[in-house]
């Protein structure tokens, strides 16, 4: 079996595969002050939850925008399982070509979503992760990536609206009544849900002006199926997506 490790700002998400098939999948809380020793007893504790032994693991691959985490994940799986991961970056084989201006500045997790994309839906496509930050990234038809755009993530926005103003309170993320909200809570969670809606809606169209009409779009990320169910720019959802594209680096890189 292969665990797959997703390292972002907000989430840490892990996957267990077994070939091809995702089994047991977690999406945690990431402690940027959490050691080695306790990423491993954690990781531990997930492995026999989905049902998987130290013994039974083929490998670990993993993808981090976290640096100062990344170094105590890679420590925990040498520790407690016995593994080196393959750390995910620009220098490794990847079977796409990167057209930015320095393929060392793109960030981990978008390499990997470009690939899964590539291999399950083709190009072209625009792929939007909304996670800390909402980014939107561009396969061309051959399958490369083009670049993309970055945007302040939803729980980005919604935090520096209460920490900026005097008066407004912290509010969960739900769909309001109405658009027009008659309070207070209704306004903000109008403004931050649909207007993200149509933030992505004006994005995708931009994108599309440029791919082509045959463009797809994917959405992925832990906010995706709250914003999709709003819009029908978007065809696919997969909220795994990262984790496909960590197992397909790895059977990639075994040569």
Not at 6 to 25: C, K, M, P, Q, V
Not at 160 to 185: D, F, H, M, W, Y
Not at 205 to 220: D, S, V
Request: net charge negative.
């Amino acid at each position: 079996m292969l665990l797959t490790i997703d390292i972002g700002n907000t989430n840490l998400t892990l996957g267990l595969f077994e070939g091809d098939r995702l089994g047991a999948h977690w999406r945690l809380a990431t402690d940027h002050e959490r050691m080695p020793d306790e990423f491993g007893i954690q990781i531990l504790g997930l492995l026999q939850h989905g049902g998987c032994s130290v013994a039974q693991l083929e490998g670990v691959c993993l993808a981090s925008v976290v640096p100062p985490l990344t170094g105590r994940i890679v420590e925990a799986c040498k520790a407690y399982l016995g593994k080196q991961p393959l750390v995910v970056d620009s220098t490794i084989k990847t079977g796409i070509q990167i057209c930015y201006d320095n393929p060392m500045a793109v960030g981990a997790d978008r390499i990997v979503d470009a690939v899964a994309v590539k291999a399950l839906y083709g190009g072209p496509a625009c792929i939007v992760d909304f996670g800390t930050a909402t980014t939107f990234d561009a396969i061309s038809a051959e399958g490369d990536y083009l670049g993309g755009a970055i945007a302040p993530g939803i729980g980005i926005a919604a935090d520096a609206l209460t920490r900026r103003t005097a008066q407004l309170p912290r509010i969960n993320l739900e769909r309001p009544p109405s658009v027009i909200g008659k309070n207070t809570v209704h306004a903000m969670q109008s403004g931050l849900l649909f207007g993200y809606v149509a933030l992505v809606e004006g994005m995708i169209a931009r994108f599309r002006k440029e791919l082509g009409e045959t463009m797809k779009t994917i959405a992925t990320g832990g906010l995706a199926e709250i914003i999709t169910r709003e819009t029908d720019v978007i065809q696919i959802v997969n909220p795994w997506l990262t984790l496909e594209g960590l197992r397909m680096l790895w059977e990639m890189n075994q040569e």
